[in-house]
């Protein structure tokens, strides 16, 4: 008996459920995978969190803040003025994190110069800068470098080339590295405007040359992160460690009393005869999630000068009293430091925790946070919002949105 043949109607259905299966295998292989990021990426975060009670046990303080000039980030008095329409000091707290921190204190790729230990400026035969560790970093937390009076000048922060760690008589022990590198790829470089030769006579001072080219990744509005083998990677310039696809960290620290890392301010704290407040980690509105488990959620609000109460920069309703969304994990209320993944659409928008329908926010994440003093390609973007010209304030509606998909995926670690 003759085999019937497939008929045209027979082989368009099979294809059309091979289609389908291999459709579903595609999203099913690429969930996983996107599981398996954002795995590696909690436990980058969680291993960086132990990583800096460990700093903290030999240091005496949580790691400092640094910009993306490797300069010191000094703590700022809480003030309840306003300028223009937003409170002065919350403005100030959401550009306070940092991308180079980790790698310079949990890591400590430095050179002898400026961290004590590692790259030997005067012999680079010597020492290679791949000896991480660093000597320990002095009372200020930074290598003896100091704070002057200049506020508002590239004089009035700790600069790279101030650093002194051979003035604290300390360079017998080696502390660190804090920070387990399970793989090559979780650190890379900034971009950095500067020379980093070691063939001429200044090469003892070839750090001391240079600082941030202030160039952004257009995916994530964040630094650009270069790796070693790319044409623009420098071995000087600083390092950061990067989330799973590729995205630099953000740190984030309690806030401190100018010039004293290791001191917190206390719960019944008085910045003005009437008025009694201590910083906490919930200023920090990009550290809010979207959802909440149960029992995690709680309220907080900072109250101005005119008595007004401020959650967020989000606007609600017609934009009077109370303003934004309060909003916080209570974990925020407790927390003394945290990390920060922006997760797989690489984005993160400072200014509310979700993105509130009618007038847009006045504000943007660009994502550079206290980088440096003076970015002429900023365009005056970083206005001198506390006497600090290199903390910016919100001034206009463009670069990180206020949208769901900026926020909802973002990877947050709070550490107590």
């Avoid at 110069?113 to 009372?139: F, K, M």
């Avoid at 609600?316 to 922006?342: E, K, N, Q, W, Y």
Wanted: hydrophobic share 35%; proline share 7%.
């Amino acid at each position: 008996m003759p085999r019937r043949a497939f008929t045209m109607v027979e082989i368009l259905v099979t294809m059309g459920i091979v289609v389908v299966l291999i459709g579903l295998l595609v999203v099913a292989a690429g969930g996983a995978r996107e599981a398996a990021m954002v795995a590696t990426t909690k436990s980058r975060l969680r291993a960086l969190s132990q990583a800096v009670v460990r700093f903290e046990s030999e240091a005496g303080y949580l790691p400092p803040l640094l910009d993306n000039d490797r300069a010191g980030v000094d703590g700022v008095e809480p003030t309840r003025k306003m300028d223009g329409d937003y409170p002065v000091y919350l403005t100030a707290m959401q550009r306070r994190y940092s991308y180079t921190s980790p790698a310079e204190y949990l890591l400590g790729y430095g050179d002898e110069e400026h961290d004590g230990y590692g790259y030997d400026v005067d012999d680079p035969t010597e020492a290679t800068a791949a000896s991480l560790g660093i000597h320990r970093p002095g009372d200020d937390g930074f290598w003896n470098a100091g704070w002057s009076d200049n506020v508002g000048t590239d004089e009035g922060r700790p600069e790279l080339c101030e650093r002194r760690p051979a003035r604290l008589g300390q360079l017998g022990t080696v502390l660190g590295p804090y920070l387990e590198l399970d793989d090559p790829a979780m650190v890379g470089a900034i971009g950095w405007d500067g020379d980093c030769s070691v063939e001429d006579d200044t090469a003892a001072d070839h750090w001391d040359f240079g600082a941030w080219d202030g160039s952004i990744d257009p995916a994530t509005n964040q630094p650009l992160v270069v790796f070693p083998g790319d044409s623009d990677y420098k071995s000087c310039a600083p390092k950061v460690i990067v989330d799973a696809w590729g995205t630099p960290i953000r740190y984030y620290r309690i806030n401190h009393p100018p010039g004293e890392p290791g001191r917190r301010y206390p719960s019944d704290y008085q910045p003005s005869p009437e008025w009694t407040y201590a910083p906490t980690m919930a200023e920090y509105f990009a550290l809010r999630p979207w959802e909440f488990g149960d029992g995690e959620e709680t309220t907080w609000w900072f109250t101005n000068e005119d008595g007004e109460r401020w959650g967020d920069y989000g606007l609600v309703g017609d934009g009077g009293d109370p303003h934004g969304d309060p909003s916080i994990p209570r974990a925020l209320l407790t927390g003394r430091f945290a990390f920060m993944s922006a997760g797989a659409n690489r984005r993160i928008y400072d200014w509310a925790r979700v993105d509130f329908p009618g007038e847009p926010i006045a504000g943007l994440s660009d994502g550079r946070g206290d980088h440096a003093a003076f970015d002429n390609a900023a365009n005056g973007w970083y206005e001198d919002g506390l006497n600090l010209q290199w903390l910016g304030k919100p001034a206009f509606d463009t670069g990180v949105v206020a949208t769901e998909e900026a926020n909802r995926d973002n990877i947050v670690e709070i550490g107590q």
